[in-house]
């Protein structure tokens, strides 16, 4: 199996370099960005920016990760997702939904998805069967504790953990007909992890690579960097920098970000000084960015 590429629905998603995913919460509780916009016509422009500004996946979600909230009704959280979906899929994006629901990802690729986002590790396997169905590409992360929910498992090894566990939940996708090359890995940052194993975890990528499909890195605002730096989630973006820095500018990387410019622009300069991108002899700094504007 090949890390460097993502067959979904529409072709095939390149990831010999880092691809980043912008993150559209169709949510009132995002624990993240409360202040983002909520309105259908805002959410869609929000998407436009972020496409705009560098990212090859917009991921949108009709549920908050948030653990001090109830999960909200199926037909609720449909409601909020399909229209975006549609709205966004025919706009040309491509759309990944973050969902553990069997019913939501079968109406979420009924209005054109391409991937579906499970963070829970599978908790309802008709996911998977949906993504089949679909041919749509399938996220598998690691938790061991139930949506909605915030616990912290004694494990003897975290990593040896995430590792079994990704292997044994990728095997029940494939059982399901999802293929080999539409499989993504999430080693769950801070799903059933406290702060240091999260690091445990990222410190040790390189056995999860080693199961050999491309890796959701979802890093932004996390709370480990909230831990280390005792900044609230806006305040984080260095932070996630940072890791990004760290773990997740090699190929099979898939950044799940909020702030997708600032993530770009960090690989970018990062890709030229290290040589992985070549400037040209010829290029010079344009004169309106010399200096801000009067």
Known sequence: MSATSLSLRGGTLPVERPVLMGIVNATPDSFSDAQRPKQPSELVALAERLSADGAELIDV????GRTDRPAVPVEEEIARVVPLVERLAGLGMLVSVDTWRAPVAR????AGAAMINDASGLSEP???GACAE??????V???RTPPKQKAYPVYDDVVDDVVSFLAERSAEARRRGVADEAIVLDPGV???????ESVTVLRRLADVRALGRPLLLALSRKDFIGVITGRVPSERLAGTLAAVGAVATGPGSILRVHDVAAVRDFLDVRAALTGDAELSQELRLAEELRREPA
């Open 141 to 143: 992360t690691h938790t």
């Open 190 to 196: 801070d799903l059933a992890k406290t702060p240091a």
């Open 126 to 128: 008709d996911v998977a």
């Open 107 to 110: 109406a979420a690729l009924d």
């Open 61 to 64: 979600g009709g549920e908050s």
């Open 134 to 139: 679909a041919g749509a590409a399938l996220v």
